[in-house]
């Protein structure tokens, strides 16, 4: 079946550590995304990529970094300068040219992190 | 800069009844397709309806339809016929074509009453 994955579902890391939250694709879309979710806050942008080797940061970029060395993976680590990275990331998926095709994004079940 | 916003964080319906629920968007772009999204319980994200900007016409998805007003940038969405099930957190999202830039307004947490 095609779909998104990411893992692990949940993950608790110290604090000053940092992690790295998986996702993977088999849909062969161009633009994945990375995306904190926070209460009250609705899902926040963290970075995008387009195309492979290449990768947009987003509104809350700071304290993360990500890499697209391949079509269907897109890694985020969240960094120890990230001064309060516990919450949950959801990553999505999707055609990047989007004229002329129907294109949705797709999302993974998403990462609770909890740094303690 | 593109933005999403979503004034209203939370709204209650009674069941079988109708509910609007709001957003207004901002992009100097003609490419770009709006979305509105389902976040159960789960936290699945889940594609209600999608309208494509150079379309006039309404989105319509059964019970979902949206109000796409492109000059005044109002992009809102009706359910009709309400259900226990449509309780959620719904969330507008614009995606640009020529950059890919998916942005998401804050949600609103929709209840519906039996």
């Known amino acids: 079946d095609g779909g998104i994955t990411q893992s692990p579902k949940y993950l608790f890391r110290k604090e000053g550590q940092n992690v790295t939250l998986s996702c993977e694709q088999n849909?062969?879309?161009?633009?994945m995304y990375w995306y904190r979710q926070d209460p009250g806050q609705g899902l926040r942008l963290i970075y995008y990529?387009?195309?492979?080797?290449?990768?947009q940061k987003g509104d809350i970029a700071e304290g993360y970094s990500v890499s697209r060395e391949k079509k269907e993976s897109f890694p985020l680590t969240v960094t120890s300068a990230q001064k309060n990275p516990t919450a949950f990331y959801l990553c999505?998926?999707?055609?990047?040219?989007?004229?002329?095709?129907?294109?949705?994004?797709?999302f993974g079940q998403g990462t609770r992190l909890t740094v303690v | 800069a593109q933005t999403v916003t979503q004034s209203q964080p939370e709204m209650s319906v009674q069941e079988a009844e109708t509910v609007t629920l709001s957003c207004t968007y901002d992009?100097?772009?003609?490419?770009?397709?709006l979305f509105w999204y389902k976040q159960p319980p789960s936290r699945q994200m889940i594609l209600v309806i999608r309208?494509?900007?150079?379309?006039?016409q309404n989105a319509t998805e059964n019970r979902f339809s949206v109000n796409f007003q492109k000059a005044a940038k109002s992009f809102s969405l009706k359910i009709s016929d309400s259900q226990l099930g449509d309780a959620a957190m719904y969330f507008c999202?614009?995606?640009?074509?020529?950059?890919?830039?998916?942005?998401f307004g804050k949600g609103i947490t929709l209840s519906v009453r039996p």
């Open positions: 999505a998926s999707s055609w990047s040219r989007t004229v002329l095709m129907n294109t949705e994004a797709f």
């Open positions: 849909l062969n879309h161009d633009a």
């Open positions: 990529s387009q195309i492979v080797n290449d990768f």
């Open positions: 992009t100097s772009e003609s490419d770009y397709y």
């Open positions: 309208q494509e900007a150079y379309k006039q």
């Open positions: 999202a614009l995606l640009h074509g020529a950059n890919s830039k998916l942005t």
